[in-house]
């Protein structure tokens, strides 16, 4: 039969605990030579029995060379990491004093422009603090100009807008009471003579002659004139 499973729990028997650390410990200490020697690995091993008794083992030379390594792998990152993290804090508050030096005069030189604080300015520095008023000022004039500039075109074309949005409605209700104005033009002389400008119409019995076409004519008149010459082309001359 094979061993059964045993529960990780302290043994509490005083023998049998000493009896199964010393059986581990050796079996540990030889698991830890045979992985040393078999994959050519540095490994060091430390124990302490509940007495205080060290069992240490280890593949290198020296057992202080390997922990140094093992500091320098385990806590190198570390401090590198806390380093970089102290560098980057310092670096921050510095930026903070900058920004906060310069938040500090932009207020002084606001004060300043407002007439405040202008008893320890000398001349030169009063003549700057002049100069810059006066270029704020032509920004400020410059940029109201352009804006009044902005709206007179924009009434301009407000206007202009109105204007036409009234005349596309008296265009349209024109249309609406006067529909038959459209259809007029639609109008084809299908019936009427070509004649080549300059050439003379028929000569009627009032001994009026027609030149061409007439546009003061209105397309009424016209289907009518043409209807007249089509009856008076059929009825020979003497019956005129």
Not at 52 to 77: A, D, I, Q, V
Not at 157 to 169: G, H, Q, V
Not at 173 to 190: D, G, K, L, V
Not at 195 to 200: T, Y
Request: with cysteine; proline share 2%; charged share 25%.
């Amino acid at each position: 039969m094979g061993r059964g499973k045993v529960e990780l729990k302290r043994i509490e028997n005083k023998i049998n605990r000493q009896v199964t650390f010393a059986k581990r410990r050796n079996g540990l200490l030889k698991k830890a030579y045979e992985l040393s020697v078999l994959c050519d690995a540095e490994v060091a091993l430390i124990i302490f029995s509940s007495r205080g008794k060290l069992y240490e083992f280890c593949s290198s030379p020296s057992m202080h060379k390997t922990l140094e390594k093992y500091e320098r792998c385990s806590y190198g990152t570390l401090q590198a990491n806390h380093q970089s993290a102290k560098e980057t804090q310092q670096a921050s508050y510095e930026e903070y004093i900058k920004l906060k030096e310069k938040h500090e005069a932009l207020q002084h030189l606001q004060r300043q422009f407002f007439g405040e604080d202008l008893g320890r300015l000398g001349l030169e520095e009063l003549e700057q603090l002049e100069t810059q008023l006066g270029s704020s000022l032509g920004q400020t004039r410059n940029q109201l100009d352009k804006l009044s500039e902005l709206q007179r075109k924009e009434e301009m074309l407000l206007e202009a807008n109105n204007i036409l949005s009234m005349k596309l409605e008296e265009i349209n209700a024109a249309r609406r009471s006067h529909p038959w104005a459209a259809e007029e033009q639609n109008i084809t002389y299908s019936n009427q003579p070509a004649h080549s400008e300059g050439s003379f119409g028929h000569l009627h019995s009032n001994g009026t002659l027609h030149f061409g076409h007439n546009p003061g004519v209105t397309a009424h008149e016209r289907t009518v004139a043409t209807s007249e010459q089509d009856v008076h082309s059929l009825i020979p001359g003497w019956m005129l």
